[in-house]
């Protein structure tokens, strides 16, 4: 498989439970990306990984939400004592270089009920 | 704040229709300009990407031009085909590291 691939596609889970998802970029790519994308609006990017460093973060990104790449290759997204507002599909993506086309992968729905 | 503004949000045209979609941006001073297309439920799909530097890029029936002074992208689509229906977002990438800025995308709908 050359894509970027997510898992899980789906999660549902309840309020106040953490929850964590994973991403396996295109293999020779060491920049990976993390966008979250609400109903009717683009994605907003959360944070970026050069090999295993995290080099930026959004404010966005509150402190209940944790992003590793441990050694440079998947990527893990936790989202701790979730909320209702946390619902909205989370996208991972790839590139190899800066300045290059993004590749996406299919997305993680998260519904928090 | 850097935004980025795409009208119109929905378009319905019959098969066949050459159209453009309009994106604007709030600053000038940018790495790239890219155009994806998302289908529903799905994630993004890298159409075309603009340096700072190029004033258009072409693939098959597609093509997008960059006016960085004037702060506007368009995306051309020719001989549209029902297979064409999705959502097309405009992103722009104004701090370098692809961190990209979007825009809330134009939903079109081609009719056979």
Not at chain 2, 89 to 108: E, N
Request: hydrophobic letters at 30%.
């Amino acid at each position: 498989d050359t894509g970027v691939s997510q898992d899980p596609r789906h999660k549902i889970t309840k309020r106040g439970q953490n929850v964590t998802f994973r991403c396996d970029p295109i293999s020779e790519h060491n920049r990976l990306y993390w966008y979250r994308q609400t109903l009717g609006q683009g994605p907003e990017f959360l944070t970026y990984f050069q090999n295993e460093a995290q080099l930026e973060k959004s404010r966005l990104l509150s402190d209940r939400f944790s992003a590793e790449r441990p050694k440079g290759s998947f990527s893990t997204l936790e989202i701790q004592r979730t909320e209702q507002g946390d619902s909205a599909m989370y996208l991972c993506a790839s590139s190899l270089l800066d300045n290059e086309k993004l590749f996406f992968g299919s997305g993680t729905q998260l519904s928090v009920l | 704040k850097q935004e980025v503004t795409q009208i119109p949000a929905a378009l319905s045209v019959p098969e066949g229709e050459n159209l453009v979609l309009n994106c604007s941006f709030t600053d000038s001073a940018i790495y790239n300009l890219q155009w994806f297309r998302q289908d529903p439920g799905k994630g993004l799909t890298s159409l075309l990407l603009i340096q700072s530097s190029q004033r258009e890029q072409t693939s098959g029936r597609l093509n997008a031009s960059l006016d960085k002074s004037s702060g506007r992208s368009t995306l051309y689509i020719a001989a549209s085909q029902p297979g064409d229906s999705a959502t097309y977002l405009c992103a722009v990438d104004f701090g370098g590291y692809s961190t990209l800025t979007f825009g809330k995308g134009t939903m079109l709908l081609v009719s056979p």
